[in-house]
């Protein structure tokens, strides 16, 4: 079975500074996607990034971008020039290719933005 | 809508009771999840309909928890006789084929007294 750890319960950073999420995963499978949601306080969550497990290039959506190391099975997301709006929970998941495709999410991280 | 709805948005219910929980997905997505959400924690993976049928339903964690989608659309989660322990947020998500991105709706937060 796969299991998705974040090791930070709360993060708080300053509006317009770079934050770093952690996200560090365990599984058998070679072939995969892994996934940053974010969760505002309105329930609904949100896709943030996609990555897929045999692009050895680093995803990035405008000031949202990952590092992406597959030996160590580390998924870390990084937001840069944070702004008052990334105050959300942001969750980490995995999704291998075969079977019913389903998310498996890590506990998530509180992200704070002070202004 | 253009979105995956689900109704209610709260449902406070007294232990013992049953319930329904619906979910409308995005028109024309064929793959259906339901995952549940307890307070402070991610969401964990329910049940998963391909078209009508519930192709992988391993995330169910007794039998007193039952889903449906009867016509390949709309989709119903049911629980009887509830717990209190079946407090949580119970989030459904849609995706056009199976392996693409899942659009979540809002949940349905549900209250067991």
């Known amino acids: 079975a796969q299991t998705v750890t974040q090791s930070q319960p709360e993060m708080s950073v300053q509006e317009a500074e770079t934050v770093t999420l952690s996200c560090t995963y365990d599984?058998?499978?070679?072939?995969?996607?892994l996934f940053w949601y974010k969760q505002p306080p309105s329930r609904q969550m949100i896709l943030v990034i996609r990555q897929e497990a045999y692009k050895q290039q680093n995803a990035t959506e405008n000031r949202f971008s990952v590092n992406f190391q597959k030996a160590a099975k580390s998924f870390s997301l990084k937001i840069s020039d944070s702004q008052l709006g990334d105050t959300a929970m942001y969750f980490c998941a995995f999704m291998k290719l075969e079977g019913a495709q389903k998310l498996v999410f890590g506990q998530g991280t509180r992200l704070t933005i002070n202004p | 809508g253009a979105g995956v709805s689900q109704t209610p948005s709260n449902k406070v219910t007294e232990k013992g009771k049953y319930v329904e929980l619906r979910c409308d997905p995005i028109?024309?997505?064929?793959?259906l999840y339901w995952y549940r959400q307890s307070l402070g924690q991610g969401p964990e993976f329910l049940i998963y309909f391909q078209g009508t049928g519930a192709a992988d339903d391993s995330g169910l964690p007794n039998d007193r928890f039952f889903a449906v989608r009867p016509e390949g659309s709309v989709s119903t989660l049911k629980i009887q006789r509830t717990e209190r322990g079946d407090s949580a947020v119970y989030l459904c998500a849609s995706s056009f084929v199976r392996g693409n991105e899942q659009f979540f709706g809002p949940g349905t937060r549900l209250t067991v007294l």
């Open positions: 599984t058998s499978e070679n072939n995969y996607y």
């Open positions: 028109s024309g997505h064929t793959a």
